[in-house]
């Protein structure tokens, strides 16, 4: 009885994992968001909750600069980890670079965001998910 009731567990599990469409990247919100020499453009993006997200970064000023949001990157489902830094809270690009980070974001709220170090000359925003 025990080995009908795993094997039954093991069905119901593999239809509920595959209930579940995968996700279409080709269809993802684009973000786009600029690093200017200490500003950001604009400096509160709009990302909505539950769907497919691509944020676009490029780098159009003369320095390094990064996008600190670690209390984001932690709020979202990412697909491509790999192109933040090892903590998971900030992407750095240098001058003329531009990067993409897919997630789905899956809690509504306001998430700062800074260049960490521009952020004394007012380097920063604010990711709004609704």
Known sequence: MTTMRNLAA??????????APPIDWSKADVVTVIELDYRFEPTAP???????????????G?????????NFFKAV???????????RTELLLHPGEQQDVYF??????????SCADHDWAG????????
């Not at 709009?46 to 159009?60: D, K």
């Not at 489902?77 to 933040?84: A, F, H, M, V």
């Open 77 to 87: 489902q990412l697909k491509n980890p790999e192109t933040l830094n090892p903590e």
């Open 123 to 130: 380097m920063s925003g604010v990711f709004v998910v609704q």
């Open 10 to 19: 093991g069905v119901l599990g593999v239809i509920l994992l595959g209930a």
């Open 104 to 113: 789905v974001a899956t809690l509504p709220g306001r998430y700062p965001f």
């Open 46 to 60: 709009t990302i909505r909750v539950g769907v497919p997200t691509r944020l676009h970064v490029e780098n159009h």
């Open 62 to 70: 003369a320095e390094t600069h990064e996008i600190d949001a670690s």
